[in-house]
């Protein structure tokens, strides 16, 4: 497990190469993100940014997303996985969110979880996104990193997420999410790491490294 000054030193470095990290998926306010996030799960950012590129354009409110219906928005996004599971989730959660928040989008993680297809990590994806607040979402690349550098090891998203809590220091919080998925994304990789290129190689503690010497 990575040392207090070798966590200190891993997000410096990452902070130097990316300053300001964004997130991947295209919305234009907090009600598309949610909808975008909801439609990622077991699938691409890209594929999602296809499908809603269209789609954002007449459907960008609750009250709009239900006009347009169920069938309507399987046509937007019938390229995207589960797609007709994802649809009656994103016109449910559109229903709640204008019967029972005023169509606005909470800013709460245990309310946002009431929603139909909202789970912890998207959740915690609206509130970092849509609202600045210092939440870090657990996904396959950020579970992959913590557990493959040594920075929060946990058998499961949920403890690598408290641990990363209890870990991370708060200066670095608000963009770890984003740092540790395009770190997993494109460096840190599934299959074959690209330890060479990697700015934390040399306190990483993969067993497995790559790194030519």
């Given at each position: 497990?990575?040392k207090?000054?070798?966590?200190?030193?891993?997000?410096?470095?990452?902070?130097?190469?990316?300053?300001?990290?964004?997130g991947?998926l295209?919305y234009?306010n907090?009600?598309?993100?949610l909808?975008?996030?909801?439609?990622?799960?077991q699938?691409?950012?890209?594929?999602?940014?296809?499908?809603?590129?269209?789609?954002f354009?007449?459907?960008?409110?609750?009250?709009?997303?239900?006009?347009?219906?169920?069938?309507?928005?399987?046509?937007?996004?019938?390229?995207?996985?589960?797609?007709?599971?994802?649809?009656?989730?994103?016109?449910?959660?559109?229903e709640?969110?204008?019967?029972?928040?005023?169509?606005?989008?909470?800013?709460?993680?245990a309310?946002?979880?009431?929603?139909?297809?909202?789970?912890?990590?998207?959740?915690n994806?609206?509130?970092?996104?849509a609202f600045?607040?210092?939440?870090i979402?657990?996904?396959t690349?950020?579970?992959?990193?913590?557990?493959?550098?040594g920075?929060?090891?946990?058998?499961?998203?949920?403890?690598?997420?408290?641990?990363?809590?209890?870990?991370?220091?708060?200066?670095?919080?608000?963009?770890?999410?984003?740092?540790?998925?395009l770190?997993?994304?494109?460096v840190?990789?599934?299959?074959?790491?690209?330890?060479?290129?990697?700015a934390?190689?040399?306190?990483?503690?993969?067993?497995?490294?790559?790194?030519?010497?």
């Amino acid at each position: 497990m990575l040392k207090r000054d070798q966590i200190e030193t891993f997000f410096t470095r990452l902070r130097q190469a990316n300053p300001t990290p964004k997130g991947e998926l295209d919305y234009v306010n907090p009600y598309t993100l949610l909808v975008a996030v909801v439609l990622s799960a077991q699938a691409t950012d890209a594929g999602v940014n296809k499908a809603t590129a269209k789609l954002f354009k007449i459907a960008d409110t609750p009250e709009k997303m239900v006009k347009l219906g169920e069938a309507g928005l399987k046509a937007h996004i019938k390229t995207i996985g589960l797609f007709n599971t994802k649809a009656r989730n994103v016109i449910r959660l559109s229903e709640m969110l204008i019967a029972e928040h005023k169509s606005q989008v909470p800013r709460d993680r245990a309310v946002l979880q009431t929603l139909p297809g909202v789970g912890r990590k998207t959740a915690n994806v609206v509130l970092n996104i849509a609202f600045g607040e210092p939440t870090i979402a657990v996904d396959t690349h950020i579970f992959r990193v913590a557990n493959r550098t040594g920075l929060a090891p946990g058998k499961d998203v949920l403890a690598v997420e408290l641990a990363l809590e209890k870990r991370v220091p708060e200066k670095f919080k608000l963009h770890c999410h984003h740092w540790l998925i395009l770190h997993g994304r494109y460096v840190c990789k599934a299959r074959k790491p690209d330890c060479a290129r990697c700015a934390v190689a040399d306190i990483c503690q993969f067993k497995g490294k790559t790194l030519v010497q």
